[in-house]
T-cell receptor, first 109, second 115 residues
Framework: QKEVEQNSGPLSVPEGAIASLNCTYS??????FFWYRQYSGKSPELIMS????GDKEDGRFTAQLNKASQYVSLLIRDSQPSDSATYLC?????????FGTGTRLTIIP | SAVISQKPSRDICQRGTSLTIQCQVD?????MFWYRQQPGQSLTLIAT?????????ESGFVIDKFPISRPNLTFSTLTVSNMSPEDSSIYLC????????????FGDGTRLSIL
């Protein structure tokens, strides 16, 4: 079982809708979780960090963490074409940053 | 956050040669890392660059192939030695400001092609 798993997609969402990206992890000891956005040909860019159960909102982005279910999600409200990218979930099993395989998101105008 | 500069941004090399990639940060950082990202794949950690001591390598990566230096808190180099086409990849430097599960921030990467 991979330590951090994501649906590889691709995921297509109409402009203005909510995009929902999901991630599960296997190590219950993981303390920190991050979402990175990676545009094609570019390096990953940190967009959200979450450390405790519940929701964390930053603008149009909401990260959700459920440690009991070992589940992390990222919601993007009012999706824009500029949100089209690959989104990488990362966690810290064994205190080492580990990335999922990424979900490719396309926002359809 | 920090400004992380990687050089070169891209290169095309002949097999059997070596290339050194530089990573310069505009402020002191606690942790520096080197990753590889092959086309269409996620990121794979090569090693943690330790200041003043030998790097800590992940399973499948060895010092003879990927020697790493970190002479101070703002600079590190990764050398890809005796290159083969399988080494064609994007190599990324990342930094973290502390050791306690803080996020990492990435440089722009080096796109390497081996002929």
């Amino acid at each position: 079982q991979k330590e951090v798993e994501q649906n590889s997609g691709p995921l297509s969402v109409p402009e203005g809708a909510i995009a929902s990206l999901n991630c599960t992890y296997s190590d219950r000891g993981s303390q920190s979780f991050f979402w990175y956005r990676q545009y094609s040909g570019k390096s990953p860019e940190l967009i959200m960090s979450i450390y405790s159960n519940g929701d964390k909102e930053d603008g149009r982005f909401t990260a959700q963490l459920n440690k009991a279910s070992q589940y992390v999600s990222l919601l993007i409200r009012d999706s824009q074409p500029s949100d089209s990218a690959t989104y990488l979930c990362a966690g810290t099993p064994l205190e080492k940053l580990t990335f999922g395989t990424g979900t490719r998101l396309t926002i359809i105008p | 956050s920090a400004v992380i500069s990687q050089k070169p941004s891209r290169d095309i090399c002949q097999r059997g040669t070596s290339l050194t990639i530089q990573c310069q940060v505009d402020s002191q950082v606690t942790m520096m890392f080197w990753y590889r990202q092959q086309p269409g794949q996620s990121l794979t950690l090569i090693a943690t660059a330790n200041q003043g001591s030998e790097a800590t390598y992940e399973s499948g990566f060895v010092i003879d192939k990927f020697p790493i230096s970190r002479p101070n808190l703002t600079f590190s180099t990764l050398t890809v030695s005796n290159m083969s086409p399988e080494d064609s990849s994007i190599y990324l430097c990342s930094v973290a400001f502390s050791t306690d599960n803080q996020p990492q921030h990435f440089g722009d990467g080096t796109r390497l092609s081996i002929l």
